[in-house]
Every structure is written in C-alpha cells, then in structure tokens.
C-alpha cells in the first residue's frame, strides 16, 4: 500500500483513509446528498487545545494556511461546534471537559484525534494521568498521526473528514449511541466517582450502568 | 357583603363620568361660589380613575376585610372625583387635600413603612399643597376670582410667579428631579397593591394638575415668554425638566435591586416623557402626552398587580432572591411580559403610538436636543425592562420560596388578564383611541384634534402607521415559521437539567452564581456618563446645598461682625446706594 | 392579495439572497485584506442551510423555543415595513402602512423577544451578552435617531416614501444636501449591523459566544437567517434615506453594496470597542456632531 510516487510520509496514511471511505454511501437520496454536502462545506470547529498540538491548531486559521477556505472556522461553544478536535495527549482531569464538551454538542457531530497520543498516547505510553486511546472514550471519525503532524496535516485530516461527510458516512456520534455502555464504563473506569452528569446524555435509558 | 359594597364604591369613577350631565354651582358664602363641571379633560383622566379604581380595589378584597382601608380608599376615591370635577382653585385644592391626607393615611397602614418614608410622603405632598395654595391666593389676589380661567393682561413678572408656584406644586406630585425624593420611597413601602394605585393614577392628578396651567393664560404657555423655534420657551424650560428627570430616574432604575423601586423609578422616568411633551404644547404633543398617560396607567396597573402577586405568592422583592417562575406563574409572566413591551414602547402595542406622537411633536417643534435626550432615556428604558423580566421569570431560581411558589389567587389574575385584553387591544386599534378618548379632549382645549382615517390607524401629517397591519404580519410570520420549523427534518430535545449549559466545559452546580438578576446594569457604571450620575444621590445634592447654605450664611455672618463702626458703615453705604438708586430711576 | 403575497416573497427572498452573498463577499473582502483566499462567496449560505439541517436541537423550554421565532418574525417584519423600490408597485411590502420611527423600532423588536429566550436558557454568558447589547443600543440608538430625524425635519415628514420621493436626481440626495445628518447616523448604523469596532456583543470569543451561547443547531440557523436579512433591510433603509432610494433592483443593489462595502472597509480597518468604550465613543463622537449640526441647521436663522 505504500507507494512513493504517489504519496509521502501522512499522506499515504490519509489517502487510505480516503481510499476506504470511496465507495459508501451511494444508496443517498438527492436531499440527503445535498445536506451532506452542505454540512461536509461548512465544518465548525471547537479546538480543544488539551496539548502540545494546540500550537499546530491555532496556524490554520491564519492567513498562511487559511483553513476557511476550506469552510472551516471556529466556533466559541461546543452547541454551536461541528467538530471536536482534541489536540494531542488528554489529561484524565482534562477528560471530563472534554467529554462534557462532547456531549453538549449537537449531531452531527465529528472528533477529529490530532497527533499519535490520541491514538495510542505517544510519548506519554506510560504516563499515570493520561489517557492513551482516545477511542475508548470518544468516537472518533479521523485521526491525524505525528508527533506533532504540521497543520497542513491537520488540513489534510479535515478534507479527510469532508470527504468522509460527504459520502453520507453516519458520524461516530451514532457510534457513541449504540456503544453507550462501553464507552460510560471506560470513562467511570478512569474517571472513577468524577463522571460528568448524566443528562447531557439524556437520550440514554439503559438503566444505572453510567 | 362589605366587600361588595366596597367594590361598588370602586365603581363610582366610572358611574360619575357615565351619568354626569350640566355643571353645578354651589354657593358657598358671600361672592365665592363652587363650580363642578366634567371638562373634556377631567373626563379623560376621569375616564383613567374609572378603569384603574376597581382594577386596584379588586386584589384588595383578598382575605379577611379591612375595614379602615375601604373607608379610606372611598375617601380618595371621592377626593380624585372632586378634584377633577372642579371648575374652580377651591373646590380643586380640596380634592388635593383629601387625596394627600386619604393617601397618607392608607399608606401609613403598610407593614413595611418607616418613619423616613411617612415624613417624605407628607412633608413633600404638603409643600406641593402649600405651592398651591400659594398659587390660587396669588391668583386670587390679581383676579379677585378662583375660576381655572384664562386671564387676560397678566404682566409677564406676574405670570411666571403664577408658572412656577402651580409648575413646582404639581412636579412634585409627578415626581420631578430633584423633588421625587418621596417616591421611590412610598411606592416601595405603600402596600403592595396600593403602589398601584399610587403610580398609575395619582401621579396622573400632577399631570392633570400641569395641564390645566396653559389653561390660565389665553394662548397657553407661549404667552409667557414669546417662543422658542416652534414652541413656547417656557415650555421648553419645562420639557428639559422631564427629560432630565426621565433619564435620571431611568439609570436609576437600572441600578435598583428591588422590583417595586425599579418600577417607582420608572415611574418618574414615565412620568417625565409627559411633561416633556407637555412642554411642547402642540396638538400632536398634547395628544402624546395623553396616549402615553392612558398607556403609563394601563401598564403600571398591569406591573404593579402582578409584582404584587409575585410578593404575595413567594414573599421575596429582589431579584436575586428569585428567578425562573415562568413555568411556575405563567400568567403572571405574561403580564410582566405585556407590560414592559408596553413599559419600552415597543411597535405592536400602545407605547409606541405615545412614544411616535411624542417624537413626532418634538420633531414638529424642532427641538431636536431635547428628541435626542428622550430617545436615550427611552433606550435606556430597554435594560430595566430586561432586569424585570428576567430577575423574577428567567434565569434560576434562587430562593427555596421561589421553587416552589405557585400562580397567584384569581383576585390579582383577573386584573391582570384585562388590563392585558386592553394593551393589546389598543395596539392593534390605536386610532380608536385618538378619536374616542384623545380627540376630544383636543377640541376641549381648543386645539386641531389629530384625527384617525380608521381605528386601526394612527395618522399624523408626518405619517403614520397601521396597527392591524403591524401586528398581523408579525403574527403571521411567527405562526408560520413555527409552523414550518416544526415541519422541518431534525430532533427537539429538551435539556432535562437547567444545569445542562454551555459553561467552558464545567459542570455548574446549585452553588454556582448562575442568576444575574442582581448584577445586570451594574457594568453600565463604566460608562462615565452613567457613572457620574449613579453616583450622585439626590439626598447628597440636598445635603450638600445645605453645606453650601451655611457656609454662605457664615460668610455673610462674619460681615456682622462685632464692631459697631462695621454696621454704621453698612447702613450708611446701604442708604446712599438706595439714593442713588432712586435718583437715578427718578422714583 | 396574490399580488401582496408575491411581492411579499419576493422581499424576503430578495433579503436572503442579497443577505448571504453581502455577508459572503464580507468573508472574501476580510480575507484578501489579511492576504488569504477566504471561503467561497456563498459560505454563508452553506453555513446556513448546514446549521437548518442538523439532526438534533436542544431548547431549554418553550421560551427558549419561542425567542428565534420572535426575532425571525421581527426580521421579517422589518424587511416587508421598508419600501425596496421607488415609483413601482413591486417590492414594496407594508410600507405604506408603516413610517420610519416604526422601522427603528421594529429593528429593535426582535433581539429583546430573542433576549427572553437567552434569559430562560438560564445561562449567565447569555444574559452578559444581552445585557451589553442593550448597553450597546443605549449607545448608539441616540445619534442614529438623531440623524434620523434631522431628515424629518428637512422633509417634514416621517415616511421614507416621501423623503425618497423628495430627492429625485443625484443632487437631490439627502448625502448632498444633509450631509451633516448622514456623518451623525452612519457609525451608529454601522454598529447596529454589528459592524467590527462595535462588534463585542456577538464576537465569537467575548464573553463566550454572548447572546448566542445556548443556541445550536436549527434555532442557530434561524438566528443566522434573520441576520441576514435585517442587514439587507437597514442597508435598504439607509439607501431610500439618503441615497434616494432606487427605480430598479440593479440600482438598489448598486446602492446597498456601496454602502455595505464602507461598512466592511471601515470594520477590517478598526480594531474592537469594549462595550463602554462603544458607548461613550457614540456619546462623544457622533452625537457632538449631532448637537453642532442641530445648532447649525435648525437653531440659526439662515436654516
């Protein structure tokens, strides 16, 4: 899968991404393709800079990089935030925000893990207080690798991701929904007594597992 | 049975302006006689008393009766009547006497007052009795005649002694800076249905009071001092007056952390657009004028009953103690809510049409400055209408009585709910108002009435507006986008916690200072303007004239001083000035 | 009534369209000014249509729910109260049975409808954020009225049918012969459309995201499209004031952009006012030049 002529270095790994994402989501309608690309067009962006990849966030909006030509922008609340980007390792104290952030925001909704902490905690394996796979805890619909991936990386994620919406691809918060008890016990597991509330997930009944 | 008794005699304002035909004269003694007439004016404020009296007098009847009250609310019943029924300064001045002292006395039957209070209440309402007695004895002494009247060939020093004695009499009792000190004051402590009463229609009497002025002079208040643009100067002397005070009061009331001072305040500011557009004195301001105190009675009725019930129901006044009742008094919630659209004067209901005729008359008159002055204090207006929407209603509740109050007994509700049915009924048709209540009113004092095409519409030569218009497209618009929000694709869910807020990633909890009830206005003191004047206290500006008093009295006193040759001096300096003074004036 | 009807969506379709390509060219503008390609000119209506079409919409009770309806219908109000077109029976709306104080007011109707609704969201950034956009208003509403109303009294008159009717050709324009009027009103206008230097209500980092801070979802698509529209409407009225209106949409267009482009202009340019700064700013800088011009042009003799 890795060719040289094609790609380099995180775009080979994107463009697999990309690859698998081709061929779902033919069965939409023609409204339903029309609001997936809408949505895929116009991606609110709530930037959680829990770590060092926060530093690689903030260039995106500037006019060197220039993510809103991308339809990209910022979003000051996460009820008004389309995406969720958790920027490198993720403090367990941080966890809790970052959950409650998570499900504050509205569906669609989409995680984008930035750096190698959010996928198996990078430099921070063998820390006490951080969490390593982020997937445990959120769905996640795109990672982008390195340590620290530069912001084009991140731009690539974000086309990535537009590509993935625009095919009509369910987004993890569904993910989130019916895996609800795994997820809720792998938080309380690292959490223990601190959880968030629960009725920022109120849609959830399945008794007092959370 | 009582009580039915007494709700009757609240019906005798309208009952008298109903059945009263011809005038009465009755005389007294030797040459003085007393004449009643119902005027086209005093039966528009008649028209007022009629409608506000038994509103009032109904959540009085709640529990056990009170029979000192009734008696005395019948005498201030009667006292009104006899006031606005005067034809002359007697039988007017004795109408104002049974109103203060009746007043005062139910006032004094409050729980809550205290003695700086009660003194205020009378020591001012008796200085604004005693100006006009001063007044009509003045006017006595040049006419040899007590009939409100034009008088013709008043010298001009003689006309304004006779402005500003009936001008000061009358700004007290509407509250004028710096004269309002006993308002906030006794609407705050008065019980809390009679603050009702207290603003919606006894502050009407000093506007009744300062109609009637331009009335003593054949061509109003421009025969004073000639004109300024296109409107008398001393009416503008009065209109910067209102302002003034309307913006004051209204920072003032910005600042208040209890409902019933916030709406004292707004009282005054209220109260201050009339005299401001009773300043102008044209046809359109006049018609303003009126509109706005037929608006101001329904409203501060309307806010009052209701805040009345809020207190009845929860036992707290200030905001911080309550918040999120809307689900609790919902009623109630939309009684507040109509009152301060009409309190803002915003378009589809009444306050607008006063606030457009006002402004149209000052923009007739071209004075711009004071439009200018009005529109801020008239802006400024939309904050304290916020506070007292959101501090009882919104936000969370902040005391345990106001998590679990209920609605308030129908006694307040049914007030409520009329006075409602009447704000919006007058939005939509504001042109039946001009033409049933003010027009005539304007032919009665000899002035070009305004006029309406049809009832829906107010029609001025600058313009005008349709309220069915208005009000139909924005109703019809809000049905049919709920209607096709509701259609549209995509889940509703209500929060199940009011916890569940956006708050940077936090959980609040009960501990957590959610409400801002309190807080709200309080940044408005970075602004320097707003700054300056919430920092100066009318009581301070009265203390510190006394400062200024003394300090010049002691001046004046270290001339005297003991040794005699001073005094020989002073005398013989004072007697040769009086020579030549006289020489020199030929005297 | 058809005829009502038609010209009733015409206006309002209009509104929308010219709402997000303006706010869409904005972006772009913003964009090359900061050396950027910017998004494309019709962003703002993807974003528009994304935010009407998510899946899922918290409300935190009926008030909540109510308060972008009440503001949408204020909006709407206001863009069929303000004739679009002179001498045509086209794009003319209600306006004939509405006046130019009306249009102020009603501009103001729909945000204290939407403030209910922050306020029963219980959330206090809201409530912060309502609170100085009335400190805000307070502000600005001083001298725009005042500019306003110096062309009232100009023309003697308070609708905007007349006063367009009064400046038939170039010279005419109540810009050429009011200037006086049009310098007062135009910083206040600039910041009723929440223009930059006076931007710190809504600004997406002050005090977090303020007023808007629980709106998500449809209720922010709605939020959204109301704005828009209400920025074409003011833009409308400000053209038929002092720009003498217009006889074709291509006029209006022309006219609106013109001055929707010295609002952009002046908003790259200028860095944010705190609220009191914006304040005293208005009650400083545009309303001295009101008082001057009310002592100029209606105390002294020669007016």
Request: glycine share 10%; with cysteine.
């Amino acid at each position: 899968m890795y060719h040289h002529d094609h790609c380099e270095g995180f775009q080979c790994e994107q463009q697999q991404l990309e690859a698998t994402l081709a061929h779902s989501g033919g069965e939409l309608g023609a409204l339903d393709r029309l609001i997936a690309w809408f949505r895929q067009r116009s991606l609110f962006v709530l930037a959680y800079g829990t770590g060092c990849g926060a530093i690689e966030m903030r260039p995106l909006m500037t006019s060197r990089f220039d993510a809103e030509r991308f339809g990209i922008i910022g979003a000051a609340t996460p009820r008004q935030a389309d995406v969720l980007v958790i920027s490198g390792y993720l403090a367990i104290k941080t966890l809790k925000r970052v959950i409650r952030s998570y499900e504050q925001m509205q569906e669609p909704k989409y995680v984008i893990g930035l750096g190698s902490c959010t996928i198996n905690g990078g430099m921070y394996w063998d820390s006490y207080n951080t969490i390593k796979q982020l997937d445990h805890y959120l769905p996640v619909d795109m990672y982008v690798n390195g340590c620290m991936p530069r912001p084009e990386a991140l731009i690539e994620g974000f086309v990535a991701l537009q590509k993935q919406i625009a095919n009509g691809a369910p987004s993890g918060a569904m993910r989130y929904r019916e895996n609800i008890d795994w997820y809720k016990a792998n938080q309380r597991r690292v959490l223990g007594d601190n959880m968030p509330p629960d009725y920022t997930y109120d849609w959830y009944h399945a008794g007092d597992v959370a | 049975m009582l009580k039915l008794l007494f709700l009757s005699l609240a019906l005798t304002p309208a009952a008298t302006l109903f059945t009263w035909n011809g005038a009465v004269a009755w005389p007294l003694f030797d040459g003085i006689t007393l004449l009643f007439d119902l005027t086209p004016l005093a039966a528009f404020f008649m028209a007022l008393l009629a409608i506000g009296a038994p509103f009032v007098a109904l959540p009085m009847l709640r529990g056990k009766s009170d029979e000192p009250t009734y008696a005395l609310y019948a005498v201030l019943l009667l006292g009104m009547q006899l006031l606005l029924l005067a034809g002359d300064f007697i039988g007017f001045f004795i109408g104002w006497e049974m109103m203060t002292w009746s007043s005062y006395l139910l006032l004094l039957r409050s729980p809550r007052i205290d003695l700086e209070g009660a003194q205020s209440y009378i020591l001012f309402n008796l200085a604004s009795a005693f100006l006009l007695l001063a007044g009509m004895l003045f006017l006595y002494s040049i006419t040899d005649d007590f009939r409100i009247q034009a008088i013709d060939g008043l010298l001009t020093p003689d006309k304004w002694a006779l402005f500003t004695l009936f001008g000061l009499a009358f700004l007290i009792k509407v509250g004028a800076l710096p004269l309002h000190l006993w308002v906030p004051r006794s609407y705050d402590q008065a019980p809390d249905v009679f603050s009702a009463f207290l603003s919606a229609l006894m502050s009407k009497m000093g506007i009744y009071g300062l109609m009637l002025l331009p009335l003593l002079f054949p061509d109003g208040l421009s025969e004073i001092s000639g004109r300024f643009l296109n409107g008398p100067v001393a009416g503008y002397v009065l209109a910067w007056i209102g302002v003034i005070t309307s913006i004051i009061a209204t920072f003032k009331a910005i600042a208040q952390e209890d409902m019933k001072r916030l709406l004292a305040y707004s009282s005054i500011a209220q109260v201050g657009y009339i005299v401001t557009a009773l300043g102008v004195g044209s046809s359109l301001a006049i018609g303003g004028a009126l509109f706005q105190a037929l608006v101001h009675t329904l409203v501060k009725l309307l806010l009052f009953i209701t805040i009345a019930g809020i207190i009845l129901q929860t036992g707290h006044r200030r905001f911080t103690d309550l918040g999120q009742l809307i689900s609790r008094m919902p009623i109630s919630f939309f009684g507040v809510l109509i009152g301060i659209i009409g309190l803002a004067g915003m378009p589809p209901l009444p306050g607008f049409a006063a606030k457009y005729l006002m402004y149209i008359g000052l923009i007739d008159a071209h004075w711009l400055l004071l439009l200018a002055a009005l529109i801020l204090s008239s802006t400024a207006s939309f904050v304290y209408c916020y506070k007292l929407i959101y501090g009882p209603f919104l936000g969370h509740a902040n005391s345990p009585e106001a998590k679990i109050a209920t609605e308030a007994p129908w006694h307040y509700l049914v007030p409520q709910i009329l006075l409602m049915g009447m704000l919006v009924a007058l939005g939509i048709f504001p042109g039946w108002a001009i033409e049933v209540l003010i027009d005539p009113v304007l032919i009665g004092l000899g002035m070009t009435p305004i006029g309406a095409p049809a009832w829906s519409v107010l029609a001025t030569s600058y313009g005008g507006y349709d309220g069915i218009a208005v009000m139909g497209v924005f109703a019809t618009i809000f049905v049919l986008i709920t209607a096709l929000f509701f259609l549209g694709r995509g889940r509703m869910h209500r929060a199940t916690s009011s916890y569940d807020l956006s708050f940077c990633g936090e959980v609040p909890t009960a501990a957590t200072p959610l409400h801002y009830g309190a807080g709200m206005g309080r940044e408005l003191r970075r602004v320097p303007l707003i700054g300056w004047i919430l920092r100066h206290t009318t009581i301070n500006f009265y203390s510190g004239l006394m400062h200024q008093t003394q300090a010049t009295a002691g001046m004046i006193g270290t001339l005297y001083g003991s040794n005699p040759q001073v005094w020989i001096l002073f005398a013989v300096l004072i007697f040769a000035l009086t020579l030549t003074v006289q020489m020199l004036t030929g005297a | 009534m058809l005829h009502y009807f038609i010209d009733a969506f015409a206006m309002i379709g209009m509104s929308y369209f010219m709402g997000f390509l303006f706010y869409g060219f904005y972006r772009q503008f913003n964009a090359r000014v900061q050396r950027r390609w910017g998004p494309s000119i019709f962003q703002n209506f993807f974003d528009n249509m994304k935010f009407l079409f998510k899946t899922e919409t918290i409300i935190h009770g009926p008030m909540f729910f109510f308060g972008p309806m009440i503001i949408f219908a204020g909006a709407v109000t206001t863009v069929l109260f303000v004739p679009y077109l002179k001498d045509s029976i086209w794009l003319q709306g209600f306006s004939q049975s509405g006046n130019m104080i009306l249009i102020v007011y009603l501009l103001v109707v729909g945000p204290l409808g939407n403030a209910l609704a922050v306020g029963s969201s219980g959330n206090p950034f809201g409530v912060m954020g309502v609170t100085r956009g009335l400190t805000r208003l307070m502000g600005l509403e001083v001298p725009f009225l005042l500019g306003l109303a110096l062309v009232m009294v100009q023309h003697e008159t308070a609708s905007v049918h007349a006063i367009m009717a009064a400046q038939p050709d170039f010279a005419h324009w109540n810009l050429v012969t009011n200037p006086l009027a049009f310098l007062v009103m135009i910083l206040p206008f600039m910041a009723s459309q929440h223009a930059s230097p006076f931007d710190v209500v809504g600004a997406p980092v002050e005090v977090y995201a303020g007023p808007r801070v629980e709106f998500s979802g449809r209720l922010l698509g709605i939020l959204m499209t109301q704005n828009m529209m209400m920025t074409v409407a003011k833009l409308v009225l400000i053209a038929d004031l002092f720009l003498g209106g217009a006889t074709t949409i291509w006029e209006l267009i022309a006219k609106t952009f013109a001055l929707f482009l010295l609002t952009a202009a002046i908003s790259t340019s200028f860095p944010r006012l705190r609220t009191e700064q914006t304040v005293d700013f208005f009650w400083k800088i545009p309303l001295g030049l009101g008082v001057i011009s009310v002592i100029a042009t209606i105390w002294f003799p020669w007016s």
